[in-house]
């Protein structure tokens, strides 16, 4: 089973739980050719989203949430999207303030504090539809922040590319899902655009 979102761009999977944050940013419309978007009809989301939760339960050993998904869910999970992408993009560290639309795409979520059979303390999603899912994703974000491995989940800074990727480097600074798609495009764009401000300039 694999995690289909990141794996049509090519992409090596977050370690854990983790991944089902990275997964469903890679729900995105990304890449060249363009992928299709998943979450912008229910039938399609919702194929996706039990393949994701299935996935997501082999890899936390946890059994998987139901969520049945409406059209207004899509759309709820598709601000959601925009905001941990947004979340995510922000290498500021905290410091500096998220956007309104980030704070309404991310009201107040529950989540359903438990102690298992072997006495760990557990954090299990809450509530129904996308905000099942989003409580699902707030936790592994939650935990992955204590461990140092949300910095890691990074969108590439390429605006036409967009790929939510793990940034394994040794001291985390990767900016490009992969340097020689994304990076190397980047840099002849912009030796290009000194090209033409030299010629302009008549250099
Ligand atoms: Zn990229």
Redesign the pocket.
Known sequence: MTWSATDRYALEPAPGGLAFVQELLNTTSAGRPRHADWLDDPTTAQTWLSEALARWSTASGRPAPAVDLTDRDCEALRGLRRALRELLSDQSDGAEAVSEEVQAALPPLSVSMQVDEHGTVIAEPSGHGWRRVASLALIECLQAQQTGQRRRLKI?R?ER???A?YDRSRNNSGV???VR??GNAANLRAYRARQREQAASGQ
């Open positions: 590439c390429n590319c967009q790929c990727f490009w899902h992969d798609v994304c």
